[in-house]
């Protein structure tokens, strides 16, 4: 239980690879707050969670409202303590080939995905920073470094991400504090369970251990990069996608 005590804030925490980082965080010890935009759906996974033994709560936050944001970070500093951990996972798509995107479909993944993880960050390392210890996760993607048909947007926002990763860690190591990203390939979610059974089984080709990987499969690799196991890992990016990309 090498996280008890710790408070561990899960953006988009409500479902898919957010909430199994969040029941895997609850399990190794953390109280886990799990903040998405669907305040009942995360309220429905924490009483998992709690059923399960664990210890956590639900917030709503939009991650692309500064003004919740702060909310949540002061409330959950006054309910329990500031934020040892945060794991900026809030994340959407909205896909289409680059001549036709909409310039509305771009600045809603940019918001969400980058805007969001940036603002978030901001207010995690000031707290962070004055308790000289935390870590924090960003949950990029295997298109941040490959691009993709039909995702300029989510390709640019995650690649986006990887930039933000590695200049928080510059900024915050001096102070304790650990950044680092990790990279998923197609991992069996919603957000992938949408695809086209042609796209699906075109990139199940492309895959070397020849299957999607599973949210638990992430939730490992971010386990370990908060744990005291990986204190002197920073600014890195950890690749989980099947070998797809080596
Ligand atoms: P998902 O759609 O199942 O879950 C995303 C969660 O984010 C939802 O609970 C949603 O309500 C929440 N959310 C959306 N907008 C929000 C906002 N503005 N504020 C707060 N919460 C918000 O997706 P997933 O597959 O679990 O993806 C989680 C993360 O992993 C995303 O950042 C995604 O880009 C990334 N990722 C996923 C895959 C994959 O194959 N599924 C691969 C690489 C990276």
């Known amino acids: 239980m090498g996280l008890n005590g710790k408070i561990a804030l899960v953006t988009g925490g409500a479902q898919g690879i957010g909430l199994a980082i969040a029941k895997r965080l609850a399990g190794d010890g953390a109280h886990v707050v799990l903040a998405d ?23 709503r936050l939009d991650v692309t409202d500064l003004k919740e ?33 909409k310039e509305s479909d771009w600045d809603a993944v940019l918001s969400t995905n980058l805007k969001g993880c940036f603002l978030c960050t901001q207010q995690a390392t000031k707290q962070m920073m004055k308790q ?16 993709n048909f ?34 998923p390939g197609f991992i069996d979610t919603e957000m992938t369970q949408k695809l086209d059974e042609k796209v699906r089984n075109a990139m199940l080709e492309q895959i070397p251990l020849g299957k999607f990987g599973s ?19 920073t600014g890195q990016v950890i690749n989980i996608n099947g070998g797809m990309l080596m």
Request: a neutral charge.
């Open 37 to 59: 935009i669907q305040l009942e759906a995360a309220e429905k996974s924490s009483e998992e969670i709690k059923s399960l033994g664990g210890l956590a709560s639900a917030k």
């Open 69 to 101: 944001i702060q909310s949540v970070f002061d409330s959950i500093s006054k309910e329990h303590k500031p934020v040892d951990i945060l794991v900026n996972n809030a994340g959407i798509t909205r896909d289409g080939l680059l001549v036709r995107m």
């Open 132 to 147: 000289r210890s935390g870590s924090i996760v960003n949950i990029a993607s295997i298109v941040g470094v490959m691009g």
């Open 150 to 183: 039909g995702q300029a947007n989510y390709s640019a926002a995650k690649a986006g991400l990887i930039g933000l990763t590695k200049t928080t860690a510059r900024e915050v190591a001096s102070r304790g504090v650990t950044a680092n990203a990790v990279a």
């Open 215 to 233: 949210p638990e499969d992430v939730a490992d690799s971010v386990a370990f990069l908060v744990s005291d196991q990986a204190k002197y890992i």
